[in-house]
C-alpha cells in the first residue's frame, strides 16, 4: 500500500433516509473523514454494474451505498438494487477486485451511529487494502458495459 | 480526470450555447467559513471548467444573497448555477426560485452541502473540509454540464375526493374536505358508519360514550350537500394518477342485495380503512380452549350487556376473579412467540391496548366490586394525556400489577382437575416487580388485550403499490416531515391505516390527510415534480428491458411509432403522472437510452469525475 494513501470514499445516499442521516451527523457536529463524499440519489437502484467500476476505473476507492433498507418507499427497488450489488460484487471477486470496496446498508434519517460506524469501518478496510487497480477496474467496467449493450440483441434474438 | 471535465468550457447538452456558470460560496454567518477556506474555494473554483464568476457572500439565503444570484444571470448571462451552503433540504428549493427570479430555468442550478456534510462534519480538518468543499462544488459544476431544462409535469385535475372507510378517520377526512368545498365519495364495505368504534362503551380519556362521538361525527357527513355516502360497498378497481385516479365501487343496494356498480374519477384519495384487531390463534393462551378466554373486545361486548352487580357473571358462573395479559399479538419476540401467517412476528407496541386493559379493569372494579383484577404486563405504556390517570386510579382501586418479560410470557392452563365452582383457568408466569418470583395465579376469565393489526385493504394496496413497512402498516414517505402522504402522489393515509393510533391521534391524521387531499384539489391542474423517466426517443431500441423492470402499472410501455422510413418499431414510453421515479429502469437499459429527469448516468459519471480530479488540476491556473 503506498504511503500517505488517503481513500476516495463515495457515499450513495437515499434522498428519503441516507441522505437526511448524513445531514443529521453533521447537525450533531459528529466528526469522520474529509475524504467521504455523498451523493444524493433517488434509489441507488438506478446505477448500472459499470458506473460502480467506473467509478473505481476513475479513482474512487470505496463506495458505501446507504440505501432506504425496508424503509424504501420505492415498491420492489430495495430487492433489485441487492441482487445487483450481489451481481457486482460476484463480478468484482472473479475479476480480483476487493469486494470489500463495496458496501450495501440500510441508514435512516436519524442513524448518527450507524453512518459514522459505516464510514469508519470502510476507510479502516481501504486502508487495508490500498487503492484501486484502476487497469482491472476499467477492464471489468468496459466488460459490464458490453454485457449491458449486448443484452439488447439476447432480447431481439 | 475523465476527458469529459477536462475539455473545458463546450457545451456537454444538445443546446448549442456555451456554459456559463455562475459559483456562489456561503459563509454560513462563520458556520462554513470558520472552518471551509472559502475565499480559496471562491478562487480555486472561478477557474473551473465553464464557471465564470465565483464568490463569497455572508448569507446566500438572505435577501441580497439571492439578489446577486439574479443579478448576475441577467448581468453575465449566466446559464447555470452552484450554490455551495447548508444542505439542499433547507435552500434548495430558495436558490431554484432566487434562479427562476433571474430568467433561468430553475432546474438549471445545483446545490452543494458543505456544511451539514463540510464545516459541521470536518470541524478539526480545515484543510480537508476546503478540500472536500471544492471537490463537491466541482461535482456539481460536472453535473451541471449535462443538465436540462425541466418543467414541472401539469396535468389535469378531477377535482373531488375518494374517502375509503367509514371510521372514525373516514367520516373525519370526509367532512372536513367537504367543508373546503370539495365533493367527497365515502365508501364503507359495513352497513353503518363508525367502523371498530361502534363496538366500544366509552372513549378514554373522555368517558364520553362512543356512540355519542360516532353520533357528532356522523351528523357532520350524513346529508351533507358534498359528501356522497356508499354504504355495504367496496372499492374494486383502481387505476390512474394523482388528479386522475380511475375507481370502481361495487356495492350491494335494497334489501334484494342487487350488486351494483359506480364508477367515478377522483383527483386525489383518503385511505381510511383503519385497522383490524388482533386475533389469537387457537389455544395462544388458551384462547377458544375455554370459553372464559377472551379478547378486549369480546370483553367490552360482555361489560356491555352486563348489569351492575357485586359479582360480573359470565355464563351463568360468579366472575371472581380475572387476569388481563397485555400485549397479545404486539411486541412479540422472535422465537417466543409463534410467527403470522405471513411468517413474521408482530414486534409493534399497539399504543392503545394499555389504557384499554386499565380503563376496563378500573370499570370492573367499580361496577363489581367483589370480582378481583390482576395485570399481567410487559411495561405499562400510558402515553396520552390523562391517560395515566387511569394507572393510578386503577392502583387505588385495587387492581393487582405483574410484570412478565416478553422473551418469558405468561401460560395459561386449564385446569381440568377443579372440584365444580373453582377457579378453571390456571397462569404461571415469572413476576419482574418482585425478583422474577415464578407465580400461579387461578381465575375464573382471562381477558387477553389484542393489538392492531394492518390488511384492511390488501386489494388498493396492490393495485396503487402502496409500501407497507414490516409490520405491514402503510409507511408514510417520511415519520416526521411528510407524516400523511405516501410515495404514491395524490394518496394520502388518515388514521390506524398507518399504524397504531388512538382516536385523538386518528382525527388529527384524518384532519392533516383533508388538508393534504384539499391541497391537491384545490388547483385547475396537479402539478408534478418533473424527475421522471425519460426516453431518448433516438436511442432507444425498444428491447422493453426497462419495462420488465417497472413495478408501477402503465407508468413504462412500449409503444409502436412508425420512423421517417416508414417502418415501424418499438419503443419504450413513459407515463410521467404514474411514474415515481425510483430508477430501477435506468441500469438495464442497453442503449443508456431511458434516465431520470434531474438524475441522469452521464450526470453522477460527471460528479465523480468532479470528486476525482487532482487538486493540482483544480489549482493549477490559481499559482
Same mark, same amino acid.
Given at each position: 500500500m503506498a504511503a500517505g494513501f488517503v481513500p476516495k470514499i463515495l457515499v450513495l445516499a437515499t434522498e428519503r433516509c441516507a441522505y437526511p442521516g448524513a445531514d443529521a451527523v453533521g447537525k450533531a457536529h459528529q466528526e469522520y473523514g474529509s475524504n467521504v463524499y455523498v451523493f444524493r440519489v433517488p434509489s441507488p437502484v438506478l446505477f448500472p454494474e459499470d458506473f460502480y467500476l467506473g467509478s473505481f476505473a476513475r479513482g474512487i476507492d470505496g463506495i458505501l451505498i446507504a440505501a432506504c433498507g425496508s424503509d424504501c418507499p420505492y415498491r420492489g427497488a430495495y430487492d433489485r438494487l441487492a441482487k445487483r450489488i450481489d451481481a457486482l460484487t460476484a463480478r468484482m471477486r472473479r475479476g480480483g477486485l476487493e469486494i470489500e470496496r463495496i458496501r450495501i446498508t440500510a441508514i435512516c434519517t436519524v442513524c448518527i451511529k450507524a453512518y459514522l460506524k459505516e464510514v469508519d469501518e470502510m476507510n479502516a478496510k481501504l486502508l487495508k487494502v490500498g487503492p484501486v487497480n484502476r487497469a482491472k477496474a476499467r477492464l471489468l467496467q468496459e466488460q459490464a458495459r458490453e454485457e449491458l449493450r449486448s443484452s439488447a440483441a439476447a432480447v431481439a434474438a | 480526470m475523465n476527458d469529459k471535465t477536462a475539455s473545458g468550457s463546450g457545451p456537454a447538452n444538445s443546446s448549442a450555447e456555451p456554459l456559463r456558470i455562475g459559483v456562489y460560496i456561503c459563509r454560513c454567518g462563520g458556520n462554513i467559513s470558520d472552518v471551509v477556506d472559502v475565499e480559496r474555494v471562491a478562487e480555486v473554483c472561478r477557474h473551473l471548467p465553464g464557471v465564470v464568476t465565483s464568490n463569497v457572500h455572508t448569507f446566500m439565503c438572505s435577501d441580497p444573497g439571492q439578489k446577486n444570484i439574479s443579478e448576475d444571470i441577467r448581468n453575465e448571462k449566466l446559464n447555470r448555477v452552484v450554490v455551495a451552503s447548508c444542505s439542499p433540504f433547507l435552500h434548495e428549493l430558495t436558490f431554484r426560485g432566487a434562479v427562476q427570479r433571474g430568467g433561468l430555468n430553475p432546474y438549471l442550478y445545483e446545490h452543494a452541502n458543505i456544511r451539514e456534510q463540510c464545516s459541521w462534519s470536518h470541524k478539526h480538518d480545515p484543510q480537508g473540509a476546503t478540500a472536500k468543499a471544492i471537490r463537491l462544488i466541482a461535482a456539481a459544476v460536472g453535473k451541471l454540464r449535462y443538465a436540462e431544462p425541466l418543467d414541472q409535469i401539469r396535468l389535469p385535475n378531477q377535482r373531488q375526493a375518494l374517502v375509503v372507510g367509514g371510521g372514525v378517520a373516514g367520516m373525519k377526512a370526509a367532512a372536513d374536505l367537504a367543508g373546503r368545498g370539495i365533493p367527497v365519495l365515502l365508501v364503507e364495505q359495513s352497513e353503518r358508519l363508525g367502523g371498530q368504534v361502534?363496538?366500544?362503551?366509552?372513549?378514554? *380519556?373522555?368517558?364520553?360514550?362512543?356512540?355519542? %362521538? %360516532?353520533?357528532?361525527?356522523?351528523?357532520?357527513?350524513? =346529508?351533507? *350537500?358534498?359528501?356522497?355516502?356508499? %354504504?355495504?360497498?367496496?372499492?374494486?378497481?383502481?387505476? =390512474?394518477?394523482? =388528479?386522475?385516479?380511475?375507481?370502481?365501487?361495487? @356495492?350491494?343496494?335494497? *334489501?334484494? @342485495?342487487?350488486?351494483?356498480?359506480?364508477?367515478?374519477?377522483?383527483?386525489?384519495?383518503?385511505?381510511?380503512? =383503519?385497522?383490524? *384487531?388482533?386475533?389469537p390463534r387457537d389455544g395462544e393462551y388458551a384462547y377458544h380452549q375455554h370459553p372464559a378466554v377472551l379478547t378486549t373486545p369480546e370483553f367490552l361486548e360482555l361489560l356491555r350487556h352486563a348489569p351492575d352487580a357485586a359479582t360480573l357473571q359470565f355464563q351463568g358462573r360468579p366472575v371472581r376473579s380475572i387476569a388481563f395479559i397485555h400485549c397479545v399479538g404486539s411486541r412479540q419476540v422472535e422465537g417466543v412467540q409463534e410467527p403470522q401467517a405471513d411468517g413474521k412476528i408482530n414486534n409493534y407496541c399497539s399504543r392503545v391496548c394499555c389504557t384499554t386493559v386499565l380503563q376496563q379493569a378500573l370499570t370492573v372494579r367499580q361496577r363489581f366490586p367483589e370480582t378481583e383484577v390482576y395485570d399481567l404486563h410487559q411495561d405499562i405504556r400510558t402515553y396520552g394525556r390523562g391517560h395515566e390517570d387511569y394507572y393510578i386510579q386503577a392502583s387505588q382501586a385495587g387492581v393487582i400489577f405483574f410484570r412478565y418479560h416478553g422473551d418469558e410470557i405468561p401460560t395459561v392452563a386449564l385446569r381440568t382437575d377443579a372440584p365444580a365452582g373453582a377457579p378453571p383457568l390456571r397462569l404461571t408466569f415469572k413476576d419482574y416487580l418482585t425478583w422474577g418470583e415464578e407465580l400461579t395465579l387461578e381465575v375464573d376469565m382471562v381477558v387477553l388485550a389484542v393489538g392492531m393489526t394492518a390488511g384492511t385493504c390488501q386489494s388498493l394496496v396492490e393495485q396503487l403499490k402502496l409500501p407497507c413497512g414490516e409490520d405491514r402498516f402503510l409507511q408514510e414517505i417520511h415519520p416526521k416531515l411528510r407524516p400523511v402522504e405516501i410515495s404514491v402522489n395524490g394518496v394520502l393515509l388518515a388514521g390506524a391505516v398507518q399504524g397504531p393510533m388512538n382516536i385523538r391521534e386518528t382525527l388529527a391524521a384524518a384532519g392533516a390527510a383533508a388538508v393534504k387531499a384539499a391541497a391537491i384539489l384545490a388547483k385547475e391542474q396537479v402539478e408534478l415534480n418533473p424527475y421522471v423517466a425519460q426516453v431518448d426517443a433516438d436511442l432507444c431500441e425498444g428491447t422493453g428491458q426497462c419495462v420488465e423492470q417497472c413495478e408501477y402499472d402503465g407508468a413504462l410501455r412500449l409503444v409502436q411509432v412508425v420512423n421517417g422510413d416508414g417502418k415501424a418499431r418499438q419503443r419504450a414510453e413513459v407515463n410521467p403522472g404514474l411514474c415515481v421515479g425510483c430508477g430501477a429502469c435506468v441500469a438495464v437499459c442497453p442503449a443508456r437510452a431511458i434516465n431520470l429527469n434531474g438524475w441522469r448516468l452521464d450526470q453522477y459519471e460527471a460528479m465523480v469525475d468532479g470528486l476525482v480530479a487532482e487538486a493540482p488540476a483544480l489549482v493549477a491556473a490559481t499559482a
Open positions: - | 361502534n363496538r366500544w362503551n366509552r372513549v378514554f *380519556p373522555t368517558e364520553q360514550p362512543a356512540a355519542e %362521538l %360516532l353520533g357528532a361525527l356522523r351528523k357532520q357527513v350524513e =346529508g351533507h *350537500p358534498r359528501i356522497e355516502i356508499l %354504504l355495504r360497498s367496496r372499492v374494486t378497481k383502481i387505476s =390512474g394518477f394523482i =388528479g386522475n385516479f380511475q375507481v370502481t365501487v361495487e @356495492g350491494q343496494i335494497g *334489501p334484494a @342485495g342487487r350488486r351494483t356498480e359506480v364508477a367515478v374519477t377522483v383527483g386525489a384519495l383518503v385511505m381510511a380503512t =383503519g385497522f383490524l *384487531p388482533y386475533a
